[in-house]
């Protein structure tokens, strides 16, 4: 599967959000990886488990469980980069 977001591609970002949804797209500020656009794997008490839409992305075992404290925001929309 190809990613949502490439590299160059604008984001807009939901910052005050009172829900985190299954397969909602956030950002998240990884204490060691930096900034990541993930995808929602599962949400439960404890924290956030995610997952890259590409093959190719860090492994939601490398990133382990996100706590809230650490999503940005959730993806509102995209415009992709000119081609």
């Known amino acids: 599967m190809t990613p949502t977001c490439k590299p160059g591609d604008f984001i807009v970002i939901l910052r005050h959000f009172f829900r985190i949804n299954i397969n909602d797209v956030v950002v998240i500020q990884h204490e ?23 093959t190719r992305s860090i492994s939601s075992d490398k990133i382990g469980k996100v706590a809230r404290q650490h999503i940005m925001g959730k993806l509102l929309f995209r415009i992709a980069k000119k081609q």
């Open 32 to 54: 060691h990886l930096g900034m990541l656009i993930k995808r929602v794997a599962s949400v439960d008490s404890q924290g956030v488990m995610l997952k890259g839409d590409d």
